[in-house]
């Protein structure tokens, strides 16, 4: 990172610790500051304390507030609208990724995955080049 750049920041959102070790590697490996949150509820406190990352990774099933909860909280605020939101999820049903979609998420991954498939959603997000 050069002298006067910001570094670009992530928020990895999932209920499985070791899932976000993984996601959260893999961001930093691409240059990511990273921050986690174990449910929707706790990263939407993150966000509304101002921690506004590029670019959240979520999970669909988590306890307190899902994964698709979260994402209709986050686009129902303007000044997230700008977040890209990256579901990441064992959801594969077709409805599903539908609904997230619908809701808006941005991309949909399916787990389990393998590192090139989340780094090529972020190129198609245009989140990394």
Sequence with gaps: MRKGEQQMKAMVVDDSRPIRRIEGDILR??????????????ALDRLQEGELPQVILVDWNMP????????????????????????????????QM???LSAGADEYLMKPFQKDGLIDKLRLLGVVN
């Design 29 to 42: 490996e691409l240059g990511f500051e990273t921050v986690e949150a174990g449910n929707g509820r706790q």
């Design 64 to 95: 307190e507030m899902n994964g698709l909860e979260f994402i209709k909280a986050v686009r129902g605020e303007a000044r997230f609208k700008s977040i890209v939101m990256l579901m990441v999820t064992t959801e594969i049903e077709t409805d």
């Design 98 to 100: 539908l609904r997230a």
